[in-house]
């Protein structure tokens, strides 16, 4: 089955600073990739996906990229503020398919400094 | 507009005693739901899923079980809690029929603890 490791589990970057989680995936079957931020307290919530007929998908100061040779893809946050402040999860399925389920990586604690 | 909702919010129980969790889902109609479980600084293992009443699919084998009956609720069950159990507990729905880009949508959780 699908296996999504992904890296660091905890992050601490200035504010205005960059911040860059990695995912690998191990099913080269998986083809839709969503990136959920789980607040303090609360269920995760799908801020941006991509699927594996684009390299790159940016929104605002959020952007995913995906290299589907290497099975690994990671979310860039540019000019980090202090809502930014969470824990990430990066994930994967099989779109199109019956079969699968969305398999999560194990989550990244971003804190962002003042 | 869809909403989910969990109770109960947060629950301690002792070691032994038995579990219901209840899920329910406004505003949409045959949803997928799941049941995901996090421990403390952890990721999200997903427990159960189900395309349909009473339709439940186990990813991990453990001493819960998960009920549907009826089509927007959903229920996580265990006759005899361990330690092991206490965690964040999710549920969450997507709509239906499944086709792997379904977005899913998250409920606010049950933080169980297990004396």
Do not use: M
Request: charged share 15%; glycine share 8%; with cysteine.
């Amino acid at each position: 089955g699908e296996n999504v490791e992904q890296h660091p589990s905890t992050l601490s970057v200035q504010e205005g600073d960059s911040a860059v989680i990695k995912c690998t995936y191990s099913d080269s079957a998986s083809n839709y990739f969503p990136w959920y931020k789980q607040e303090l307290g609360k269920g995760p919530q799908l801020i941006i996906d991509i699927r594996s007929n684009v390299g790159e998908k940016k929104d605002q100061r959020i952007a995913v990229t995906l290299n589907k040779t290497a099975k690994h893809f990671s979310l860039h946050i540019t000019e980090t503020q202090p809502e930014d402040s969470a824990v990430y999860f990066c994930a994967a399925s099989q779109g199109g398919s019956s079969a699968s389920k969305i398999i999560f990586g194990s989550g990244t604690r971003l804190s962002i400094r003042p | 507009s869809q909403t989910i909702h969990q109770w109960p919010a947060t629950l301690v129980q002792p070691v032994g005693s038995p579990l219901s969790l209840e899920c329910t889902v406004e505003g949409t109609s045959n949803p997928n739901l799941y049941w995901y479980r996090q421990a403390a600084g952890r990721g999200l293992q997903l427990l159960f899923y189900s395309v349909g009443i009473g339709q439940i699919s186990s990813e991990v084998p453990q001493n819960l079980s998960a009920s549907r009956p009826q089509d927007r609720q959903f229920i996580l069950s265990s006759k005899k809690l361990l330690l092991s159990d206490s965690g964040f507990y999710l549920c969450a729905w997507s709509a239906g029929p499944w086709n792997g880009y379904n977005e899913q949508f998250f409920g606010p959780g049950t933080r169980l603890t297990v004396l």
